[in-house]
């Protein structure tokens, strides 16, 4: 193959999003409809296959017909519009034509085993994946969105062979080892998902494995190895799996894992792997998720990853996978000194790992190391200490004469912290006495402890909420924020980041959507009245425990993908001083980390402020995201501030949408009080608001 051949197939490969091999060419009609349906011009067409938009034009008319090497090119293009755009359904009376996208079946040809009678009208319909899909009555099945992806991103597998999908579909797999769920899965299962951005990937497909399918394929239901979590290698599984030329990540085969080969082409040939009895679905983040039946947790991850992205791991690396499923670091570009297209940086993602700066690095890194001798204690002029409130006060006089403490709670902060927040892109840049600037995201050396705010207040400088005492280190936001409130600053060092963008606003606006669209399902829609709100608020995790289990892992994804931006070494062998293998990620970013917390933070304290300022009303505690106000009356509405019948301008608001605050819990003031009694003046009420009860655990969002 000829390297101008190469180049057009690179360039079609970046158009297109999808490669397929080169067979025969389409109708002249077929091929201006699948441009048309992909929408894509003539020019851009032209321009990816280096010919003029009349060539394109005349191909479409049937005029003339391409010639190489633009013909393979032509059509490997038109393959694989072909894939994602089918071609509509055949007219009623005709023969129903191959599976083109997930549906509910009510009436299966050809089951592979009989199903048992049940009952209900979602009882899951279940079919081998040969079997044709019969059309439903009165209706039009509209084309799928990618037949490669007919049956939905994943499968839930019982121990019987059935692969429960998407939308109530059952399949039969094999089970007879794990190389044949392997090929199963690549090939006839048609799962997985399009990618989210042209330059990005496709999303594997994903097996998920109950008990009863561990033990049919010979594995066994409880890990013995309960520090690696994985199989041992000499297992037979993963003999198998060796024997067939199939390889696994360095995590091995453990709670979840990735069998892939070798790429061949352009086309991807890996398998996710979830073991529901290995611990795969963390209670924290999926609540009692491996406890359902598989139909309802198929319903569960499918609704995840149709919103959020298919698991590949923990909702905190799910998190992390998703920047850059939706800002991928590479991209194909066209090389002006040679012509042949290479792989070069997205603008606007984090294209390449780069060094931090050594305030922001965490305890053991090298950058650490190299500085301060082992087990010394850095201080606030050494380290960047930006992390989410942890603070309370005694409650006054006055505040003791109240019946009640109530906490409200704001709805996914820290993804409302990175809506347009601007991040630094490159690696940082070490300036001495710099001019603060707002625009330029960075950590700042600055002595802020001259700013003196009500002591009813928490500092905004600090998570303790105590004033500073000297010099220490800032994100920008933090900095900004006593610009703001109209403090001189005058840094004495900065470490700065001069190309910057908003990289993490994809990212909201997807978590925020799946976010929303999830509440909308559970029954609570932005604008609803206060008290209405409240009201739906109170149940709402009972009225489908699937959709509630969905929204938890939501919310679990924001905090977990923003805490990997720092992710820590872990056991293993490591020791302080050495790297460890996050550091070698373009997504290895404390600083962006930094950013948002510290965003999230001056958020809070923003309408803290001006509830005090406008309503004389101050927290007595605050526990990352929960505030806790003294109250009148049991409710939000009971002391949150309104003018003509609308909240305060600037202050906290009752809402679903992320940023405003739903209620938290609430509590006597004679509980409070006993609980400081009991505990001391280190206990935090806003921890214990929500249950009454101290757990040791933070029961925030």
């Known amino acids: 193959m000829s390297d101008e051949q190469n180049g057009l197939f690179a360039s079609v490969d970046a158009l297109l999003e999808q490669a397929a091999a080169p067979d025969a060419l389409p109708a002249p009609a077929e091929r201006k409809r699948l441009r048309e349906a992909a929408g894509l011009s003539q020019d851009q067409v032209a321009k990816a296959l280096d010919v003029r938009r009349e060539t394109v034009t005349g191909w479409e008319a049937g005029r003339t017909e391409p010639r190489p090497p633009a013909r393979a090119a032509y059509i490997r293009l038109l393959d694989g519009l072909a894939d994602r755009f089918p071609a509509p359904a055949a007219p009623s009376g005709s023969v129903p034509g191959p599976p083109t996208g997930p549906s509910v079946i009510t009436q299966p040809q050809a089951p592979a085993r009989p199903v048992a009678p049940t009952t209900g009208p979602a ?13 439903l009555q009165k209706t039009v099945a509209a084309p799928a969105a990618d037949a490669r992806f007919a049956h939905g991103p994943l499968a839930v597998v019982d121990g019987d062979g059935a692969a429960y999908c998407a939308d109530g579909l059952v399949l039969d797999c094999p089970l007879t080892d794990l190389p044949a769920l392997v090929d199963w899965a690549l090939g006839e299962a048609k799962l997985g998902a399009a990618r989210l951005h042209r330059s990005g990937k496709d999303a594997d497909p994903l097996i998920v494995l109950t008990a009863s399918a561990v033990q049919r394929l010979g594995l066994p239901v409880m890990l013995e190895d ?29 709670p979840w894992a990735r069998v892939y080969r070798t790429a061949d082409g352009a086309r991807r040939q890996c398998v996710q792997f979830a073991v529901v009895p290995w611990g795969a679905l963390d209670t924290r983040s999926w609540g009692t998720a491996d406890q359902l039946p598989s139909a309802e947790l198929a319903r569960l991850l499918s609704t995840y990853a149709t919103r959020v ?33 290479v792989s070069g940086p997205v603008p606007g993602s984090l294209s390449e790992p780069v060094q931090c700066a050594p305030p922001e690095a965490p305890d053991g890194h ?57 991040v630094g892109l490159s690696a940082p840049v070490q300036v001495h006495r710099p001019v603060f600037d707002a625009k330029l995201p960075g950590s700042w050396l600055v002595d802020l402890s001259h700013i003196r705010l009500d002591e009813r207040l928490p500092s905004p400088f600090t998570p303790h909420g105590e004033r500073p005492t000297g010099p220490a280190w800032y994100a920008t936001p933090t900095v900004a924020y006593a610009v703001e ?24 606006t997807r978590l925020r959507d799946a976010y929303i669209a999830t ?14 709100f409240l009201d739906a608020m109170a149940g709402y995790q009972h009225t489908d425990p699937v959709l509630a289990a969905v929204l938890s892992a939501v919310k679990a994804t924001v905090k977990g993908g923003i805490g990997k931006l720092r992710e820590r070494a872990r056991s293993g062998g490591w020791r302080p001083g050495e790297a460890w293998p996050a550091l ?25 402020l001006k509830l005090a300022t406008h309503a004389d009303l101050y927290p007595v505690a605050i526990l990352s995201d929960c505030a806790v106000y003294a109250s009148d009356g049991p409710s939000p509405l009971d002391f949150l501030p309104y003018r003509d019948g609308k909240p305060l301008p600037g202050g906290f ?22 609980l400081l009694e009991e505990h001391g003046p280190d206990v935090n009420i806003a921890r214990h608001i929500k249950t009454g009860t101290v757990s040791g655990q933070d029961e925030g969002e």
């Open 519 to 532: 509440m909308a399902d559970l029954g609570i829609t932005p604008g609803m009245p206060e008290a209405q």
């Open 485 to 508: 409130l109209g403090y001189p600053v005058t840094p004495i060092e900065a470490y700065l980041r001069y190309e910057h963008g908003p990289y993490l606003d994809a990212w909201y």
């Open 123 to 135: 009882t899951p319909i279940r079919l081998p994946v040969t079997a044709r899909r019969p059309a």
């Open 653 to 674: 608001r009752l809402g679903v949408s992320p940023g405003m605050v739903k209620h938290e819990g609430t509590q006597s003031v004679l509980w409070a009080e006993g």
């Open 226 to 254: 309960r520090r690696g979590l994985r199989l041992p290698e000499d297992h037979p599984a993963l003999k198998q799996l060796a024997k067939t030329q199939w390889k696994l990540t360095k995590r091995g085969f453990g």
């Open 584 to 608: 070698a990620r373009p997504t290895w970013r404390p600083d962006i980390r930094a950013a948002v917390i510290a965003s999230a933070r001056i958020n809070m304290h923003r309408k803290m």
């Open 309 to 341: 992205l298919t698991p590949c791991g923990s909702t905190a690396v799910t998190g992390l996978e998703l920047m850059t499923a939706l800002r991928p670091p590479t991209r194909a570009v066209k090389d002006p000194a040679t012509g042949k297209w």
């Open 366 to 422: 090298p950058a650490v190391a190299a500085l301060y001798p082992r087990f010394h204690q850095r201080t606030p002029d050494q380290v960047l200490d930006e992390e989410a409130y942890q603070w309370a006060r005694p409650l006054t006089d006055e505040e003791c004469m109240k019946p009640y403490v109530v906490g409200i709670d704001v709805n996914m902060a820290f993804a409302a912290a990175a809506n347009r927040l601007t």
